[in-house]
């Protein structure tokens, strides 16, 4: 039976978060990597695969999977109804707040000149920094004491932009603690963390290019 095939990008949130789910499991992936900055993901063979143009994007056998969210939850589900929801919550709490806003701020930036990074920006993604804090004020991860796939979503998005709206240690120290205790996972530095630092740094000079046209 071969492996299911994934296309992602190290520089995609979504797609980190997927692996990082993919390495807490034990599932074996066969990685087709996708240039987004080449528009390899705009090809008229991969719109065929996905009309959407999104990444990461899973083939299981027969089955395509497009959304990140969708296919963490079908590798990680628990029977227990009332936490199931509460993992859907915060999975919508990524798609809709978080990375929402941090792709406000960098699409612009990344892929159409922009030199945008305003501060009205910055404090709408900030504003989420308070509503973890709040989901991580009495427990370890963010539906309670067991780690889920929403801590997996909502890290490769936090992490992909905490340079540029940066977590005061002392108004979020829940989240800080949170930040610290997925960093100790000993698979997240090769497959979240390098790529976040990369996506931070290619955002910093992009950034500067654009400014200096």
Known sequence: MSKPALYYATL???????????????LDLELRPINLLKGEHLTPEFLKLNPQHTIPTLIDGEATIIDSHAICATWWRSTDLVQRANVDARLHLDSGHLFARVRFLYEPILYYGSTDCSIDKIAYIQKCWEILEGFLKDQPYLCGSDLTIADFCAVATV???????????????????????????PYYQEVNGDGADELKSIFKAKLAENRGK
């Open 12 to 26: 995609s949130p979504p797609s980190r978060a997927v692996l990082l789910t993919a390495k807490a499991i034990g």
């Open 159 to 185: 992490t992909s932009v905490n340079d540029a709206a940066p977590i005061d240690e002392f108004k979020f120290p829940k989240m800080h603690a949170w930040l610290k205790r997925l960093a100790e996972l």
